[in-house]
Every structure is written in C-alpha cells, then in structure tokens.
C-alpha cells in the first residue's frame, strides 16, 4: 500500500486529507494489513464450527402486559381524569 492508495480511498470517501493525514493514514493501514497478515497465517483447518440450529420463527403469544394504563396512573404523583398532570413548561 502507498500514498497512491490512500489518495484512491479519500476520493472515494469524497474526504480532502493534507501530506501528513495521508502519511498517518498510511502508517495505521500498514499495521492493520500486518494484522491480518498474522492473523491469516493461524491454521483452522481441524476446528471444528460451533453453532446451534435455533428456530427464530415462533408462533406469537399473546402475554400479560407488565404495565398497565392503571397502573401507571395509579402510581403517578399527580392525575385528573385519567390523565398525568405535569408541570407547564414553555
């Protein structure tokens, strides 16, 4: 990778970068490109996937609702009518 390619990539991005962003920008890619590097060399040919087949489909079920218009009201500090008075604000 070089200044060519970051250059490529801030016009993709529709981004203007000084020298020295560019050169930064160079300097993180590089270590992250080493990364992966490292991390591609790690041999996974005998593991084995993990993974539980889960049905995420379900038939809906109707549940008691935790709170209830009553409830709620019945626990406000201050109402009329059935409705929650607050404090005028303008």
């Known amino acids: 990778m070089d200044i060519k390619d970051v250059e490529n990539l801030a016009e993709l ?3 203007e970068l000084s020298l020295d ?3 930064e920008i160079l300097k993180n890619m590089e270590g992250i490109l080493d990364y992966v590097k490292q991390i591609e060399k790690v041999e996974v040919s005998d593991v084995e ?3 539980k087949e889960k049905n995420v489909w379900r038939e809906d079920e109707m549940r008691t609702p935790i709170f209830s218009r009553d409830l709620i009201i ?3 500090p201050d109402a009329q009518d059935g409705f ?3 404090k005028k604000i303008l």
Request: no cysteine; net charge positive; aromatic share 14%.
């Open 21 to 23: 962003e560019k050169k």
């Open 84 to 86: 929650l008075k607050v």
């Open 49 to 51: 996937p993990i993974y």
């Open 13 to 15: 991005a529709k981004i």
């Open 74 to 76: 019945n626990q406000f």
